[in-house]
């Protein structure tokens, strides 16, 4: 039965702060849940409900700032967003987004640029790419820094794709993607994270590695998963990717919300009389 609007699961009495409580729960068969936050509210909410783990990734792009993909999204912009959720949910692992332009050009611009993220309150900083960034995972690992590694549909290289399409669709391409996921890991990355992949390729990748994976349109087979706060609580405007679901009609009460204060305004029904 669908819990009832409002009602919040209780946070658990768990470690999900530290990087070796998910080292734990992958070795224990425990599954986390994580979702994208962007601001103090919103991750203090989800903190409040017992997720696990929050990004703050450059999808802000799309779902806060209207643009069409995540390319336009800066550093400062997502060290902004960092030290807002990082505050508003300070019990559960905080992992930040390294956005288009500011780790491609080597190791050490990632370096810099992962240190402004850890600065602001990151616990683990995600990067997208395959076997091209084994250099960069490790370089960034022996230097303190957690990464977690991005496979399959990684969205900053959407216009060479041709679009948001599904990855690992052919024998090829899957072998192709279990051995970045290998490198990757064996590189330092301390978490993997695979997006629209077939459901077995996740599962077989998760065997793989050591570390623990988190999926998104990866299937069940994966350590957690992930899902956009806005495609959960149905504040997407436009397209919302065929593995989300939506577990609230957030637009329709919102514009309902809104409605009713403006009618109450029309109608000199608010502010009550003082």
């Given at each position: ?38 601001d ?38 997502i ?54 960034m ?5 370089f ?32 090829d ?25 077939p ?59 809104i409605?009713?204060?403006?009618e ?11």
């Amino acid at each position: 039965m669908d819990k009832p609007v409002g009602q919040v699961t209780p946070a658990r009495k768990t470690d999900r702060k530290s990087i070796a409580s998910w080292d734990r729960a992958k070795r224990d068969g425990e599954i986390r849940a994580l979702i994208t936050a962007y601001d103090y509210p919103f991750a203090r909410l989800a903190q409040e409900a017992g997720i696990d783990g929050i990004l703050i990734g450059d999808s802000l792009g799309m779902t806060v700032q209207g643009e069409r993909d995540t390319l336009r999204v800066s550093l400062d912009q997502i060290v902004y967003h960092t030290g807002l959720v990082a505050r508003g949910a300070p019990d559960c692992l905080i992992m930040a987004d390294l956005p288009f332009g500011s780790f491609e050009a080597g190791p050490a611009q990632a370096f810099a640029s992962a240190a402004e993220l850890l600065k602001a309150g990151a616990d683990v900083i995600k990067l997208e790419g395959g076997a091209a960034m084994v250099e960069t995972v490790g370089f960034l690992s022996a230097r303190a820094v957690p990464v977690c590694a991005h496979i399959g549909l990684t969205p900053q290289h959407v216009r060479q794709f041709g679009g948001f399409k599904r990855q690992g669709k052919t024998e090829d391409a899957a072998a192709r993607l279990i051995l970045d996921a290998v490198a990757l890991a064996e590189a330092g990355a301390r978490m993997v994270l695979m997006e629209a992949i077939p459901t077995p390729l996740g599962a077989e990748i998760t065997r793989r590695v050591a570390v623990p994976t988190i999926g998104i349109g990866a299937g069940g087979g994966t350590d957690a998963q992930i899902l956009v706060l806005h495609d959960v609580l149905g504040l997407t405007g436009g397209y919302v990717p065929g593995f989300a679901r939506t577990y609230l009609d957030g637009a329709g009460l919102v514009r309902g919300a809104i409605g009713h204060y403006a009618e109450e305004v029309r109608a000199r029904a608010f502010p009550p009389e003082s």
